[in-house]
């Protein structure tokens, strides 16, 4: 699957970088990679249709207990969280450090914010 997402988002930022310029695609990159995404699950998995992956490894979505594929409602919230999923957790984690940071919470000694847990001392 991520050779044939990879080729989607090539030819979506080569398609914007031909209409919009090299410096405005670049600028926009991100949000092109998001969009080739939503595009290459919204055709694969939000059309009922499986991913390359699942077709090679013989696999379908169901519905758990059942043999029926997933309705609409869930093939969209499938495709969301397939192609933002990854993005907003990026960005909600840059928050929450931006937040820390921001009330002080690293005057531990910089450890804050590293990504490395510490059990918190007994009392």
């Not at 080729?7 to 991100?30: E, I």
């Not at 055709?43 to 059942?66: D, W």
């Amino acid at each position: 699957d991520d050779l044939y997402k990879q080729a989607v988002v090539d030819a979506l930022y080569d398609a914007m970088r031909g209409v919009l310029g090299a410096h405005t695609a670049l600028q926009y990159s991100k949000h092109s990679r998001l969009a080739a995404l939503l595009l290459y699950y919204g055709a694969t998995t939000g059309c009922n249709s499986q991913t390359l992956g699942e077709e090679y490894c013989n696999m379908a979505q169901v519905i758990e207990g059942t043999c029926a594929p997933p309705g609409l409602v869930r093939r969209l919230a499938l495709v969301l969280a397939q192609s933002l999923g990854r993005a907003a957790a990026a960005h909600a984690a840059a928050e929450l450090a931006r937040q820390a940071e921001a009330s002080g919470a690293s005057a531990d000694g910089g450890t804050a914010g590293s990504g490395e847990w510490e059990p918190e001392a007994s009392p």
